[in-house]
């Protein structure tokens, strides 16, 4: 069973940073696409950043970011402790919003399951 628990956010001023995490059980990395997504009151679900392996042996990763957030955001993961990782810096007012983390099964298209969220705002 997937379960994904997103943690990390909170307010914090312009300019600031924050790290959020994701421990996503259940999963098999080489399969799975992780990425965090956002939704600000208002707006639709949009995709912040992504990463996936390389290859089935999880030799490298692709990394992808939304124009919005490349240069000042950064995704990782640690497959050992089955965490994913959201490292936000130089934050705006702009990017507030519910974060979440989701998991999709690049294989089975109905495997596409998500976190909780978790809440960043950013005061100016």
């Known amino acids: 069973q997937v379960q994904l628990v997103e943690s990390g956010g909170g307010l914090v001023q312009t300019g600031g940073s924050l790290r959020l995490s994701c421990a996503a059980s259940g999963i098999i990395h080489s399969i799975y696409t992780l990425g965090w997504y956002r939704q600000a009151p208002g707006k639709q679900r949009e995709l912040v950043a992504d990463?996936?392996?390389?290859?089935?042996?999880?030799?490298?990763?692709?990394?992808g970011y939304s124009d919005s957030v490349k240069g000042r955001f950064i995704i990782s993961r640690d497959i050992a402790k089955n965490m994913v990782y959201l490292q936000m810096n130089s934050l705006k007012p702009e990017d507030t919003a519910v974060y979440y983390c989701n998991a999709a099964n690049r294989a089975v298209s109905s495997k596409n399951y998500w976190g909780q969220g978790t809440q960043v705002t950013v005061s100016s």
């Open positions: 990463i996936r392996s390389s290859d089935y042996d999880n030799n490298g990763d692709s990394i």
